[in-house]
Antibody
Framework: EVQLVESGGGLVQPGGSLRLSCAASGFTFSISSMNWVRQAPGKGLEWVSYINSIMTDIRYANSVKGRFTISRDNAKNSLFLQMNYLRAEDTALYYC??????????????WGQGTMVTVSS | QSVLTQPPSVSGAPGQRVTISCTGSSSNIGAVYSVHWYQQLPGKAPKLLIYGTSNRPSGVPDRFSGSKSGTSASLAITGLQAEDEADYYCQSYDNSLSAWVFGGGTKLAVL
């Protein structure tokens, strides 16, 4: 079964850090581009970050640039998002999502169930 | 304020046809970039509905179709069913932002 499973969310104070993980299965992770997309409570979707299969092309939304770092471990079929200097406005459900074709720019054909990040004192 | 503009809500009776618009600009939809559509059922993750402006992934009924003209795109749903009640999002790429962008989402109500 093709699957993405996120973990690592939780409650963190403003200025704190959190590391999200996404475990992939059922498809060839090592040739797939990957993304993080977030959704604040009751709000729409916001793309956060992109990484290509060989980690040579990495991009961030302006809202997280300089604070978040995307990475991947192809040997372990895993995607990560290191989030530093967290703000209240980063509170959201964070989804990892697979690029459909591996080319750029791409649609997102597989989504995880999301992991909730709450930034509050 | 989303880069792509969608109506907040649309509605239709079972069996009817509805369309959802997505308006962008020359740096996204009006450029060479495709438009993609996602369906998000209540409490669920988004699901890819249309990719490459008008292509349906395997398993998506042909009641769903997409099109694009100029700086706008549309999602059409024919033969509306109760199970189609969901939020729908358009997506494209913006070359001035160097970012993937989503519309604000449209809530579809089946009356």
């Amino acid at each position: 079964e093709v699957q993405l499973v996120e973990s690592g969310g939780g409650l963190v104070q403003p200025g704190g850090s959190l590391r999200l993980s996404c475990a992939a299965s059922g498809f060839t992770f090592s040739i797939s581009s990957m993304n993080w997309v977030r959704q604040a409570p009751g709000k729409g979707l916001e793309w956060v970050s992109y990484i290509n299969s060989i980690m040579t092309d990495i991009r961030y939304a302006n809202s997280v640039k300089g604070r978040f770092t995307i990475s991947r471990d192809n040997a372990k079929n895993s995607l990560f998002l290191q989030m530093n200097y967290l703000r209240a406005e980063d509170t959201a459900l964070y989804y990892c999502a697979k690029g459909l074709t591996g080319t750029n720019p791409d649609s997102f054909d597989i989504w995880g169930q999301g992991t909730m990040v709450t930034v509050s004192s | 304020q989303s880069v792509l503009t969608q109506p907040p809500s649309v509605s239709g009776a079972p069996g009817q046809r509805v369309t959802i618009s997505c308006t962008g600009s020359s740096s996204n939809i009006g450029a060479v970039y495709s438009v993609h559509w996602y369906q998000q059922l209540p409490g669920k993750a988004p699901k890819l509905l249309i990719y490459g402006t008008s292509n349906r992934p395997s398993g998506v009924p042909d009641r769903f179709s997409g099109s694009k003209s100029g700086t706008s795109a549309s999602l059409a749903i024919t033969g509306l069913q109760a199970e189609d009640e969901a939020d729908y999002y358009c997506q494209s790429y913006d070359n001035s932002l160097s970012a993937w962008v989503f519309g604000g989402g449209t809530k579809l109500a089946v009356l």
